[in-house]
């Protein structure tokens, strides 16, 4: 499996931007697709989730109401798209995969499959 995002950049607080994990190497309707993001210092975090088959979502609290997690079966892509950005939001973004039967999708360390990340800055 192999996935590859973009969309990151620099933008101000309050402003959107739209992330895309482009997957292949598999069929996915098994897989839950996540989304994880890493600031400097920290550890990598949970931010959104959505199962490939179903498009059931899951959301990290602190981006409930603000970003929405989608998918295109058509386009083996998934969308995270980020509304209301604060400074906080300030991370490296990866996008990940998993069989949903494996684990928890909150849980990073039951994702096997990862993206190489994309950088998503959020000036004040």
């Known amino acids: 499996v192999q996935l590859v995002e973009s969309g990151g950049g620099l933008v101000q607080a309050g402003g959107s931007l739209r992330l895309s994990c482009a997957a292949s190497?598999?069929?996915?309707?098994?897989?839950?697709m996540g989304w994880f993001r890493q600031a400097p210092g920290k550890e990598r975090e949970f931010v959104t989730a959505?199962?490939?088959?179903?498009?059931?979502?899951y959301y990290a609290d602190s981006v409930k109401g603000r970003f929405t997690i989608s998918r295109d079966t058509t386009k083996n892509t998934v969308y995270l798209q980020m509304n209301s950005l604060k400074p906080e939001d300030t991370a490296v973004y990866y996008c990940?995969?998993?069989?949903?039967?494996?684990?928890?999708?909150?849980?990073?360390?039951?994702?096997?499959?990862w993206g190489q990340g994309t950088q998503v800055t959020v000036s004040s």
């Open positions: 190497g598999d069929t996915f309707n098994s897989y839950t």
């Open positions: 959505i199962t490939w088959s179903v498009g059931t979502q």
């Open positions: 990940a995969a998993k069989t949903k039967y494996n684990g928890h999708y909150a849980s990073r360390n039951d994702y096997p499959f």
